[in-house]
């Protein structure tokens, strides 16, 4: 009867285990510290200098209060880091907050408020706004101002579109997946336009009113803003639209290898694109641009269509006209390819061996031979002359029109 009765006691607890176990979430309290299971459910058995925070997650012992700048969740005393688009850095939040006075901004010398803003449906964290401003009423709908207030202007549901914190044309606009989720919307400015749903840069798509090819260089915007290059919805058309998608100034030194989505604002161009390694801007002539710039016709690929854009010295010839770490790129600059000073993708040089499936060249492989553009046979390396070749531009390259000419070098 006694060893009845012990195992029943040994069942009990192992089943026991089993249930606590699986109350605590994979990843828990990872990865300063593990999930352990008490009285009161699960919590987290942080290691040395962390702190059991909201969330089950180990915070730093010195953990952010509201408003601190943080880089994860981790780093705030809440469990929850508010970043931006673009942003690597943020500042620690509240979610769930009911109303403006839970959310006291204490980072230090800083005095711009904090609004519990419900960005959805019974979703609610304390967001900032622009220093000097009051939180908004969170009413604005479709085109409702939010300069300076930001996303406590805008009802649930909508978002302040804006390049920065006082941008004056930022404004409140709804989500979209078609023109016909845009039906509620009207401009105030012409209520019976066609109001378009618009895929912007993050790729996120909004109602927003006709855009306005407003601008044919820089002189044409207001301070602070670039003649940046505007896309018509249907991918057909490029124009000039005055924007302030960053803080560098057209001309400004900047990585036109970075991926600008990836950027922040502080680090961004205001016109959004770095050609040449120079903020680029719309522009009429050589005049319209910063010194060190000219005014020469762009091609997207994605888009039949051309603009007159600032940029840097990127054109060569051939290699010799690059920098160390740069290479001559066959690239697709107004009805034709030219070659490009652009930075190395690999690290062999011309006339390596390579293979075209394990591509290690610095431009690119025309198997057997790694290569990049030419003007002259005394651009390439011994054993190679300077011959033309058609590059596929568009898919299916199986037609002149799919195809471009291209100066490169060869195996003799």
């Avoid at 997946?177 to 209520?191: F, H, K, L, N, V």
């Avoid at 044409?220 to 290059?229: P, Q, R, T």
């Avoid at 290690?360 to 300077?386: A, I, K, N, Q, R």
Wanted: some cysteine; overall charge negative.
């Amino acid at each position: 009867m006694r060893h009845t009765i012990i195992w029943i006691v040994l069942a009990l607890l192992v089943g026991a285990c089993s249930e606590n176990e699986g109350l605590c979430p994979k990843g828990a309290c990872e990865p300063n510290g593990s999930c352990v299971v008490g009285s009161n459910g699960p919590t987290c058995d942080c290691d040395d200098f962390y702190t059991p925070c909201p969330g089950l997650i180990c915070c730093p012992a010195d953990h952010g209060e509201l408003g601190d700048t943080c880089t994860d969740d981790a780093d705030c005393e809440s469990g929850r880091c508010w970043k931006d688009f673009g942003s690597t850095e943020g500042y620690c939040t509240v979610l769930g907050c009911m109303v403006d006075s839970e959310c006291i901004n204490h980072a230090p010398g800083e005095t711009a408020e904090m609004c519990c803003v419900e960005v959805e449906v019974d979703y609610r964290l304390c967001l900032k706004i622009a220093e000097g401003y009051e939180c908004g009423d969170g009413t604005g709908t479709c085109f409702s101002s939010c300069t300076g207030t930001m996303d406590s202007a805008c009802a649930v549901g909508h978002t302040c579109l804006r390049n920065s914190d006082t941008d004056r044309n930022a404004i409140c606009a709804a989500p979209c997946e078609t023109a016909a989720d845009c039906g509620s919307c009207e401009w105030s400015e012409d209520p019976h336009a066609p109001i378009n749903c618009v895929t912007i840069y993050d790729g996120d798509k909004y109602c927003l009113p006709p855009s306005d090819p407003s601008c044919n260089s820089t002189a044409d915007c207001n301070d602070g803003e670039a003649c940046s290059i505007g896309v018509s919805a249907d991918m057909t058309e490029l124009f000039g639209e005055c924007m302030n998608m960053g803080a560098l100034p057209p001309g400004a030194a900047c990585n036109d290898e970075d991926n600008p989505n990836e950027l922040s604002y502080e680090e961004r161009c205001s016109g959004y694109y770095c050609l040449g390694d120079k903020c680029s801007a719309v522009c009429s002539e050589d005049a319209d641009c910063p010194a060190d710039m000219s005014c020469e016709v762009l091609r997207f690929s994605s888009v039949d269509d051309e603009i007159l854009v600032c940029m840097g010295d990127v054109t060569c010839d051939g290699p010799a006209d690059c920098v160390d770490g740069f290479a001559c790129w066959p690239t697709l600059s107004g009805n034709g390819l030219a070659g490009w000073c652009r930075q190395n993708k690999g690290a062999d040089p011309v006339g390596t061996a390579c293979n075209e499936a394990d591509d290690t060249c610095e431009v690119l492989c025309l198997d057997p031979l790694c290569t990049e553009w030419c003007s002259l046979d005394e651009d390439c390396p011994e054993g190679m002359v300077c011959e033309t070749i058609d590059f596929c531009i568009t898919e299916p390259c199986d037609g002149p029109e799919n195809t471009l000419p291209g100066m490169v070098c060869i195996g003799d």
